[in-house]
């Protein structure tokens, strides 16, 4: 129970957080390739592009660092395209038009958004909606005494032969909330996952082959193997 518990915790963080990731994101994309693309004719949308992708770094750095918690495996961190050392300023700050995983982070803006809308009203509602059933019995009676009139659930319970008594709302009320309750894990287990999965598959998918070394070892190789190219050039 208090695996599925904590899970359950790390799968509502995710598509509650997610969304306010993925707003800014879509905004970004859409906005800097529609700019850049429309004004790519006359250059002007070269280094519009160039700082669409450098901007969207950063958010796809933030949904990165959530997919850990979902997917309970260790996420790498991509390894972007660098400039050479002797690089020109200009080419430094073109570099990521070359870079794929810089696309693929302009890839994830765009189609991450509506799963994250899905995801965050979902989450948002089917919760809501528990806790309003379970806690019925505590509040339900303050409203029937302010307006003088049910809200619409003894209409279920006469159908069902229970009458319309206040025990009867409130036990139609606990089983409903029961039902969704048991339903919650496994509805934003499902949403969480394939929203990850997602995640993964364009923000990690190519920094997945170093992972068995994990980034300091992969610097340790490529330094190791510049030493053995200029002993052998020597």
Same mark, same amino acid.
């Given at each position: 129970m208090n695996k599925i518990f904590?899970?359950?915790?790390?799968?509502?963080?995710?598509?509650?957080?997610?969304?306010?990731?993925?707003?800014?994101?879509?905004?970004?994309?859409?906005?800097?390739?529609?700019?850049?693309?429309?004004?790519?004719?006359?250059?002007?949308?070269?280094?519009i592009l160039a700082a669409t992708l450098f901007a969207m770094r950063g958010l796809a750095a933030a949904g990165r660092s959530q997919l850990s918690?979902?997917?309970?495996?260790?996420?790498?961190?991509?390894?972007?395209?660098?400039?050479?050392?002797?690089?020109? /300023? %200009?080419?430094?700050? #073109?570099?990521?038009? &070359?870079?794929?995983?810089?696309?693929?982070? *302009?890839?994830? !803006? =765009?189609?991450?958004?509506?799963?994250?809308i899905l995801g965050f009203v979902v989450a948002l509602s089917w919760w809501a909606a528990t806790i309003a059933s379970l806690t019925y019995p505590l509040y339900a009676w303050v409203i029937r005494r302010a307006t003088g009139e049910g809200d619409g659930l003894e209409h279920a319970t006469r159908w069902l032969g229970w009458g319309d008594s206040y025990?009867?709302?409130?036990?139609?009320?606990?089983?409903?909330?029961?039902?969704? /309750? %048991?339903?919650?894990? #496994?509805?934003?287990? &499902?949403?969480?996952?394939?929203?990850?999965? *997602?995640?993964? !598959? =364009?923000?990690?998918?190519?920094s997945e082959p170093d992972a068995p070394y994990g980034p300091i070892r992969a610097a340790e190789i490529d330094t190791e193997v510049t030493r053995v190219q200029e002993r052998l050039s020597a």
């Open positions: 904590k899970q359950l915790g790390a799968d509502s963080g995710y598509l509650l957080s997610a969304f306010p990731i993925a707003l800014p994101a879509f905004v970004i994309t859409v906005t800097g390739f529609a700019a850049g693309i429309g004004t790519a004719v006359v250059w002007v949308g070269v280094p918690a979902v997917l309970n495996r260790p996420i790498t961190a991509p390894r972007y395209k660098r400039a050479p050392e002797n690089a020109s /300023a %200009l080419r430094r700050y #073109l570099t990521p038009l &070359g870079d794929g995983q810089s696309w693929m982070n *302009l890839l994830w !803006g =765009l189609v991450n958004f509506p799963l994250a025990a009867a709302l409130s036990a139609l009320a606990l089983l409903g909330g029961l039902v969704m /309750a %048991l339903l919650l894990p #496994l509805v934003l287990r &499902g949403l969480a996952l394939t929203q990850a999965g *997602l995640g993964r !598959g =364009l923000l990690a998918s190519l």
